[in-house]
Every structure is written in C-alpha cells, then in structure tokens.
C-alpha cells in the first residue's frame, strides 16, 4: 500500500457530510446515540475508521483499491447534489447513478458490517448446536482431534457454546463482496419510485451514519414481512439541512401526488423526518451547528442482538411516529 494511500476511511463521504458542516474547518454537530450532549466535530473524522474498506489481495497484500473506487464514484456524483437542493428532479441518467448511490451507501455503513457479522454468528451458533447436543458430544469431539479433555472441561465448553459465547470474525472482504451485490440489487428497486424533493424553508433536515432512512406506515405493513431498503414505502435521504430526497412507492400516494415534484414541508414534517433519520441511526447523528433543539427525538432505546467483536451489537430503534401528510 502506498504511504500517500488514504488510511481513514469514511462510510459516510466527507462531501456529502460537508453539506451539513459549517465554517472554515467543517464542523458538524454530533449526538452519540443514547446521550443528549452534543459535541462539535470535524467531517474528516465523522463516520470513519481507519482502514474500514482494506482489501486482502490474494497474493497476500492489502490495499486500498475499493476506498479509491468508493473515491470515483463519490466525485460523480457529488455534482448532482446541488440541482437537487435547487429543485430540480433529476433526469433519468442521472437517476440510474444516484440510485446505484444511495443502494451503495446504504450497504456500505458501519451498521451494515456489524449486521452481517452479527446474522453470520447467530446463524453460526444454531449450526454449532445442532452438531453438539451435550457436553459428552463436545468431549468425544475433542479426543477425536486428538486433544482428550476432562467432563468437567468439556461441560464448560458446551455451556459457553450454549451462551454464544463465540466469535466468528468476518473478514471485511466478505462484507465488500456483500455491499457490492446488495447495491447493484437494491438500486433498481429505487429507480422507478416517485421521487420527491422535500424541501424546508424553516426548521433543518439532520442526518446520520446510516443517511439513507426507511420507514412504513404501520398501516402499510404487512404481517410476517419485515421492512427492507427494497420494500420500505418510504425512503428517506437528507441532501443537506434545507432538502431531503423522498423516494416512495407510487401505490401509498394519495390521489394528485403520484408524481415525481418538489415539495415545501411544514416544521412538523421536518420533525417526522428528522424522527426517521434519528431511528435509523447507529451510533451517531449529525446535525449542522446552530440548528433547532432536536432533543425529543434522540432515540432512548437499542435492542440488543449479540456480540460483534466482544462488544454489544445493536439493532437500531426505529421511529414509529406516524407521518402528517406530506
């Protein structure tokens, strides 16, 4: 790798967070989830980690070429933001590549990562358990690879497989295959709703390091049917504090907007919104400094789903107000 390659890698691009920063050094305002503090932070360290998006090459090396690809692909389509924020819809060529965009993004977080690991290891756990019944299957399975053990090891064993209390580390060159093929599936489903762009002369869009937000009303919800990026009614993407992409499926619109349009949105439906946004963060919501209070719509809660790297994983709490016509 070489020395002037990038080591911090954001999967959440800088450009579109400097859409929300303010002032010379591009600060943002930022909430952890589950604190109400806010704090003052830099783009060039927000939703980032280093080295998040390395590539094993199979000779053995490890690179940077899909953090540089991620790269291109960002300086395409960061000119098509600002038509946007101007009202103007984009054409269909320009359609295809954003929603190729905002299905990329979606895959790409950190929350995406932490949510495959976490599906391996649980799907991993009911494999492992199956095969070993009790401790008695764990210890004849150890004397089989040739390292015997006593009753008492081998029920220590069995009781901690029982808890989960195992890891199955991904390597991140599975999740990059996964985001690769979750977005170049993803994105069709995006191209063919109405788009809509919200815009709010009032009170400011935030967003977050899961940007791209999906919501169905629960009168649209469907027994036994979770809620997906390709089956949500609405999703949301903040373009920046005046403006949020609305792509939502033709069939929930109310009779006369069935169309693609620009909308201006009340106070009220930027709350809605923004409730949206802050449900489907992970870790962290943005804000652009000086913005309105946004205090009583930090999620409280997280439902915990197991361990990722020996730390909680958290599966994020979703907003369950209900819209104000839009």
Request: glycine content about 6%.
């Amino acid at each position: 790798m070489a020395s002037n390659e990038p080591k911090i890698h954001h999967y959440v691009p800088q450009f579109y967070l400097r859409r929300f920063a303010s002032g010379k050094s591009n600060q943002l305002l930022c909430y952890k989830r589950g604190s109400t503090e806010p704090f003052l932070q830099g783009v060039h360290k927000a939703a980032a980690e280093t080295g998040f998006y390395e590539v094993a090459e199979l000779d053995g090396s490890i690179t940077n070429r899909i953090e540089l690809a991620l790269g291109n692909f960002e300086s395409e389509i960061a000119p098509l933001l600002d038509p946007i924020a101007n009202g103007i819809i984009p054409e269909r060529k320009h359609r295809l590549r954003l929603a190729m965009f905002i299905a990329l993004q979606c895959a790409r977080t950190k929350l995406s990562r932490d949510q495959y690991t976490a599906t391996i290891n649980a799907a991993m756990n009911e494999v492992v358990m199956d095969g070993i019944p009790s401790s008695e299957d764990v210890k004849a399975r150890s004397a089989s690879l040739g390292k015997p053990i006593t009753s008492a090891e081998a029920q220590n064993i069995f009781e901690g497989l029982q808890r989960g209390n195992f890891m199955i580390q991904q390597h991140p060159n599975d999740h990059i295959r996964m985001m690769a093929g979750v977005a170049e599936k993803v994105a069709p489903y995006f191209v063919d709703r109405v788009w809509m762009i919200l815009k709010s002369p009032g009170r400011d869009f935030i967003t977050s390091d899961q940007p791209v937000s999906i919501f169905t009303p629960r009168e649209f919800q469907k027994k036994f049917e979770g809620v997906g990026f390709a089956n949500a009614v609405e999703v949301y993407w903040p373009v920046d504090p005046e403006t949020t992409l609305l792509l939502c499926v033709k069939d929930y619109l109310k009779d006369g907007v069935d169309h693609d349009s620009v909308i201006t949105v009340e106070d009220e439906n930027v709350i809605y919104i923004n409730d949206i946004v802050a449900g489907n963060s992970y870790q962290w919501i943005f804000q652009r400094p000086g913005g309105e209070d946004i205090s009583s719509i930090l999620p409280e809660g997280k439902t915990e789903m197991g361990q990722v790297n020996g730390k909680p994983y958290y599966l994020p709490f979703r907003a369950r107000r209900r819209a104000k016509d839009i």
